[in-house]
């Protein structure tokens, strides 16, 4: 059981975003798998060990006690960044069922010269390379070098791959006629 709360995921998670820093970005620094990071950043404090928690809170600068009014650094500006969104639940990344598990297809994008390298749909620093070995994007769900997915699935224990994808499917064109009207 973790010390942390949810709330200390989200303010970690701010903290590395206004930096515009990557979620692997922050795993390598800290030691860690990128998708532990997303997980932890999503709310489950169990994915990290404390010691891990803390080496990022140091890298972040961010209190693990009560932060009161905090300031962080302001957002890092790049123009015209390819990359993706590390964020599962985007509707950026569309889920797939492949072997009877899940896989995101990535959009990739090219972020906005006022808004830096973050995703056009959630706001999400943009991942510019593998997480998991660093080389360059290819077109696809996994990289080319290592095998690895782009995007670290979080889908509930013991929903069906299909069904799960097929819904989320469902979610995502819903979520992008809505944003046409």
């Not at 404390?50 to 006690?65: H, R, W, Y």
């Not at 302001?74 to 990344?93: D, E, L, R, T």
């Not at 994007?137 to 699935?153: D, F, I, K, M, R």
Request: a neutral charge; charged letters at 25%; proline letters at 7%.
């Amino acid at each position: 059981m973790s010390k942390y709360s949810i709330d200390c995921c989200r303010r970690i998670a701010e903290a590395r975003r206004s930096k515009g820093m990557t979620q692997s970005a922050l795993a390598k620094a800290a030691g860690c798998m990128q998708s532990a990071v997303s997980m932890f950043e999503k709310g489950d404090p169990s994915k990290l060990a404390d010691s891990t928690v803390e080496k990022i809170a140091g890298i972040l600068g961010v209190k693990l006690e009560e932060d009161k009014g905090g300031q962080s650094a302001p957002p890092v500006h790049h123009s015209h960044i390819h990359g993706f969104c590390p964020n599962c639940s985007c509707p950026s990344n569309v889920p797939f069922a492949v072997d009877g598990r899940v896989i995101f297809r990535p959009v990739r994008e090219i972020a906005s010269p006022n808004g830096g390298p973050r995703c056009v749909e959630c706001g999400e620093v943009l991942e510019t390379c593998c997480p998991s070995c660093g080389a360059p994007l290819n077109e696809g769900a996994c990289c080319a070098a290592c095998g690895a997915p782009y995007v670290a699935s979080v889908v509930p224990d013991g929903a069906d791959a299909e069904s799960w994808s097929r819904a989320r499917r469902a979610e995502i064109r819903d979520i992008r006629d809505l944003s046409r009207a």
